[in-house]
């Protein structure tokens, strides 16, 4: 399909575990964002890239939380020694251009993460 | 201060009937963007309506429409004709221009329940 992929779709690690989530945007696009999403809640923004450039990582909770995406397209978020409040749901979205109002985020199925 | 308020967790609504979903939102931006997402049991979210802060005209989008009151700060969800495929949790989510990642900003949603 054209839509954006994520993959793996479920990951259950050990507390301390690395973790690293892949997100395919649709091609072409130009923007990806990453968001988490706790249960029962509403995403939450954590980083923003335009083509290769990391624009915005506000939104990472600690230095454990790292995001590339080298070549513009694919995007890896990477968590290092997960902890049980990292388990949420990885929400991927990827939009045309580089900015404006209108502009429509579409998002991934998610990664669901689960740490023991 | 929360900038997406969604103040009904729940909802239920006879099938073929319209249901209002509430959103009141806070921004100083003059000029900004309402979004509503439907994110289904599979985890997907579905873009579904858009609404700019300058529209003089409620966004329709076939059997959704926005009830937009800009003095109020609120943008509403109307599902006209309910159907089963309309249970899913609905998020209320905004952009604003001051923003330079025009990431969005969601609220905690609403679970919306049609009954056969």
């Known amino acids: 399909g054209a839509g954006v992929s994520q993959s793996p779709r479920y990951k259950v690690a050990k507390r301390g575990q690395d973790v690293a989530l892949r997100c395919d945007p649709i091609?072409?696009?130009?923007?990806l964002f990453w968001y988490q999403q706790a249960l029962g809640q509403g995403p939450e923004f954590l980083t923003y890239?335009?083509?290769?450039?990391?624009?915005?990582k506000s939104g990472l909770p600690s230095d454990r939380f790292f995001a590339e995406r080298p070549e513009g397209s694919v995007s890896t978020l990477k968590i290092q020694r997960t902890q049980q409040e990292d388990s949420a749901v990885y929400l991927c979205?990827?939009?045309?251009?580089?900015?404006?109002?209108?502009?429509?985020?579409?998002f991934g199925p998610g990664t669901r993460l689960l740490v023991l | 201060a929360q900038k997406i308020t969604q103040t009904q967790p729940g909802m239920f609504v006879q099938e073929k009937e319209a249901v209002t979903l509430d959103c009141t939102y806070d921004?100083?931006?003059?000029?900004?963007?309402l979004f509503w997402y439907k994110q289904p049991s599979s985890g997907e979210m579905i873009f579904l309506i858009y609404?700019?802060?300058?529209?003089?005209q409620n966004a329709t989008e076939g059997r959704y429409s926005l009830n937009f009151q800009k003095a109020r700060k609120s943008a509403n969800l109307v599902i006209s004709a309910s159907q089963l495929g309309d249970s899913a949790m609905y998020f209320c989510?905004?952009?604003?221009?001051?923003?330079?990642?025009?990431?969005?900003?969601f609220g905690s949603g609403t679970r919306l329940l049609v009954r056969p």
């Open positions: 979205a990827s939009s045309v251009l580089a900015g404006g109002l209108v502009e429509t985020q579409y």
């Open positions: 091609s072409g696009h130009v923007s």
């Open positions: 890239f335009q083509n290769e450039a990391q624009l915005d």
């Open positions: 921004t100083s931006d003059q000029s900004y963007g």
């Open positions: 609404q700019g802060s300058y529209d003089e």
């Open positions: 989510a905004m952009r604003e221009r001051m923003d330079s990642s025009y990431k969005l900003i």
